[in-house]
């Protein structure tokens, strides 16, 4: 048994001792490589125990588990765990019946897990693929942000491009063709006269009516002056 406080009474040891009965106490912190119980019983005990709880909140899931059903439900687990088979598998594994203390001192909880080795060319390969799983990671995050951006510079130019002024295009002309000849030229000049000419003529006769009528109106204007001045 382990060493617990209530295993080493007065009274208990005492009972022992009368009937001639030798405890032995493991070493502390050794119950999980020793302990019959943890090795051969406990496990299959937890493990009935919750299965009897389940079935039980299944039937009524608010109801908590008070002492009296705890009793129940762990005797019923007891009795399917605490069987003569489990309990001589604890005492052969923890090495104490048959005797062989080698189970206890090559118990892997004892010895621990080797570290496995990685020889350096592995470690740089695991590097690099970490470097390179960032990487992919932080490209595939700009690509996302830059996808949005290319569709909103999209719109943005087709905007521009529709509000852009389309300017007409300039037909060339070759100046060989334009006035090739004397002819030509003599005759657009004397087209320009005859057209700056009317222009004059027309100027003139306008003027030349402008100032009659304001000539008129300014003659009856002092004939009205004259006549209301006579009549007051």
Known sequence: ??????????KFLWHCKQNKIHPLFLPAHTSHVLQPLDLGVFAPLKSRYRAEIAALASL???????KERFITCYNS????TFTPCLLRVGWQ?????????????????????????????????????????????????????QIPLQHRNAQLQAQIEGLAIKRRKKVPIDPNLQFATVET????????AAQEAQEAARQTRYDAATAARELA???????QFEWQIDNF
């Open 185 to 192: 030229v003599i005759k657009a000049r004397e087209a320009l």
């Open 217 to 223: 109106n300014q003659s009856f204007e002092s004939l």
């Open 77 to 80: 687990a007891r009795k399917e």
């Open 60 to 66: 009524d899931d608010a109801s908590p588990v008070k």
């Open 93 to 145: 594994a923890a090495g104490l019946y048959p005797y062989n203390p080698a189970k206890g001192l090559n118990s892997s909880q004892v010895q621990g897990s080797k570290p496995r080795q990685v020889t350096p060319p592995q470690r740089e390969k695991q590097a690099l693929y970490q470097c390179l799983h960032k990487a992919g990671q932080a490209i595939d995050q700009l690509n996302a942000k």
């Open 1 to 10: 048994m382990d060493g617990h406080g209530s295993h080493t009474a007065i």
